[in-house]
């Protein structure tokens, strides 16, 4: 008879959907990405609880990968160093890519996944919405209008490289419609927070499909 430490044990690399107990292979990746520019290596647990450790050198990055992370319910740990003396564009830039590199190799072949993801978020007088696909197919249709050039130290038009590094090396398909908002903090604010709640609805396991590939393809 198996005890309960041996059983732990059995199933520590296992994920076992919380609301319709479906046993499923963890969801987790590592990537460590290396250029001439920049050192990126991101960790990443689809099914976790929110937790983050973000360090890029960039203080304002950090905050929205902490949006992500916490909305989303993925653990996250995310260390950067890069060139920030020339300016903030290729680390921002590279933290996206690699980050989506995780979030496809976590996904794997994508099956069992809800696929799609909305969310309306609202910050004060900013209201973003982010519909997303993960359909192998990278798309990104942004349409944020931010009125200023900066955030503190960062370039606002950073938003917009960020979303499609992550969307070229995710291979999803993301829309991002602004329906209101004056302030530059909370309208990107309000966008990670849609991205990531969106996010967190699209990689849910489907109880009726759980280990079919969402697409009348067969394939994503």
């Not at 302030?183 to 079919?212: C, G, Q, W, Y």
């Amino acid at each position: 008879m198996q005890t309960r430490d041996s059983r732990s044990e059995a199933s520590e690399s296992r994920f076992v959907s919380p609301s319709h107990s479906l046993e499923l292979p963890a969801r987790t990746a590592s990537v460590h990405r290396v250029t001439g520019e920049t050192n990126v290596e991101v960790s990443l647990n689809l099914d976790g609880q929110g937790r983050c450790k973000a360090s890029t050198g960039i203080p304002f990055l950090d905050h929205m990968l902490h949006q992500i992370s916490s909305h989303g319910l993925i653990d996250l740990d995310i260390q950067a160093t890069g060139d920030l003396e020339i300016d903030d564009h290729h680390t921002n830039e590279d933290v996206g890519i690699t980050l989506g590199q995780a979030l496809s190799k976590a996904l794997g072949d994508r099956k069992g996944i809800v696929r799609f993801g909305h969310f309306l978020a609202p910050l004060d007088e900013a209201l973003v919405q982010v519909t997303l696909d993960f359909s192998g197919r990278p798309h990104l249709s942004y349409g944020l209008q931010i009125p200023t050039e900066r955030v503190g130290s960062y370039d606002t038009q950073l938003v917009r490289e960020f979303f499609v590094a992550v969307v070229n090396h995710s291979q999803m398909t993301l829309h991002i419609r602004q329906l209101d908002g004056i302030n530059s903090h909370h309208i990107i604010e309000a966008t990670f927070k849609a991205f990531a709640r969106a996010v967190r609805m699209a990689i849910e396991i489907d109880p009726r499909r759980a280990h079919l590939i969402p697409s009348s393809k067969g394939v994503l």
